[in-house]
């Protein structure tokens, strides 16, 4: 069972602003039965209901709140290819695999392009990334990267730039070097999960808000309960990340829930939007902690980063976060910040998405540590297919190992926020 739950709109965020007009999908109340109910209206159960739906299952999706609510709808925007722990599984089933592996790491770009063609998503998808060296010893990351690249044949555009190109690009001397990927982008992430449930309930998917689950009654068809209601289901697909409650005997302290923080400056004139970004790229720098931004479509620089692990909010996002970005862009000081927002990503220790199933039919796919707007859509697709029967490349995560932290949540947090205290200290130095 969960906690009593309050219906809670979106944050006062400027994806929330500036989302495209919707209008709301009703609670569930009343009993229903479908093939796949799935808990969570985020990217990955979005993700998954529509491939779901594409295929010919009749879904139900239910969302605590409104869709794309939590991390999904208030993340940085940026579009970038792989999905963690993918080093690991390789090191596990050995290099026989790699191919599948590259493979997969483009495949969430690969699926958000196609979606947002097929569907005519309006969410303002932009070509262009750069990973950015905050210190000289980076740059070798970004050489490895373009060797990797070089040596797979990596058909789209990829750039290095030296410090004089980066400085010219992107209108700052704050870094090193970078390496521009032109496959990897950004978007508006709340009107691209939004576009996405609507095109899931255009082929037949019931979609119910304000609708948090609070129990599931296991069994040959297992039965999802909300105040409201029950869907009986062949299967059910956990998909609430950093807000999932359900199933602690076998899901609690697996994901910690660490926040992440963003503002957003006033619309910039021309001649500063092309000064330090003209070529519209996202940007997030090589520190383990990192920071990350890119231009609205409007023009406003949304600056988000210093990722908090103890549980902690700071009683100001823009006092938080202002200083870092005038670190990068002294220019920006007599801007004014409109909108300022945070939110909760779930991290796990390892890094690798927890993935797995529950006596057969209840599957779960959470914890993307902040790498998870092109690796829910991923996982989207490899549950669905599990949902099928075709597990291979599901089960190269559900048989990778976890280790759950003993105690509580907060006890969790406080663990891991000492534990980063380590990397911070790098970043540092």
């Known amino acids: 069972m969960t906690a009593t739950h309050i219906n809670q709109e ?34 990955t159960g979005v993700a998954t209901a529509l491939t779901l ?52 790491r483009w495949r969430g770009n690969e699926i958000i392009r196609e979606r947002i063609a097929k569907y005519a998503i309006d969410c303002d998808l932009r070509d262009g990334y750069v990973e950015v060296a905050r210190k000289p010893r980076q740059i070798a990351d970004i050489e490895e990267t373009a060797e990797e690249r070089e040596r797979r044949g990596f058909p789209y555009r990829y750039e290095v730039w030296d410090r004089a190109k980066t400085s010219e690009m992107l209108g700052t001397d ?69 807000y999932n409650r359900l199933e602690p005997k076998h ?21 500063v939007a092309n000064e330090i970004n003209p070529a519209d790229v996202a940007v997030c720098d090589l520190n383990n902690v ?9 023009q406003r620089l949304l600056y988000g980063g210093a990722c908090n692990y103890s549980g902690r909010d700071p009683a100001s996002i823009e006092a938080f976060i202002r200083p870092r ?17 945070g939110g909760s990503i779930g991290i796990v ?28 859509h991923l996982m989207g697709e490899i549950v669905a297919d599990a949902v099928g029967g075709t597990l291979e490349r599901f089960d190269l995560f559900a048989d990778m190992k976890h280790f759950r932290l003993p105690g509580s949540h907060w006890m969790g947090n406080q663990i891991i926020a000492l534990g980063m205290m380590y990397y911070k200290l790098r970043d540092m130095l």
């Open 10 to 43: 979106h944050t006062s965020s400027y994806y929330a602003a500036s989302a495209n007009t919707a209008k709301p999908y009703p609670s569930l109340e009343d009993n229903t039965s479908v093939d796949v109910c799935v808990v969570g209206a985020g990217f």
């Open 290 to 298: 990192v920071d990350y931004y890119r231009l609205s479509s409007d």
């Open 349 to 376: 220790l390892n890094r690798i998405p927890a993935v797995g199933r529950i006596n057969g039919n209840v599957y779960y796919c959470q914890g993307y540590s902040g790498h998870g707007v092109t690796g829910t």
């Open 53 to 104: 739906a594409e295929r010919g299952y009749s879904v139900a999706l239910l969302e605590a709140n409104r869709i794309g609510w939590g991390a999904s709808g208030r993340n940085g925007g940026q579009l970038i290819n792989g999905i963690g722990g993918l080093g690991d599984i390789q090191k596990k089933h050995g290099d026989g695999i790699a191919d599948l592996l590259w493979d997969m």
């Open 174 to 242: 704050a870094f090193h070097g970078g390496f521009a990927c032109y496959r990897d982008g950004h978007v508006h992430p709340l009107n691209l999960c939004a576009g996405q449930a609507r095109a899931a309930h255009s082929l037949g998917a019931q979609i119910y808000e304000q609708s948090p689950v609070i129990d599931i009654e296991h069994g040959s068809r297992p039965k999802v309960w909300t105040a409201g209601g029950s869907i009986e289901a062949d299967a059910v697909v956990l998909a609430g990340n950093a």
């Open 251 to 271: 899901l609690s302290n697996l994901v910690f829930p660490a926040g992440s923080y963003i503002i957003a400056t006033e619309p910039l004139p021309d001649e």
């Open 325 to 341: 970005m005038l670190k990068v862009y002294p220019q920006l000081k007599d801007f004014k910040i409109e909108y300022e927002w």
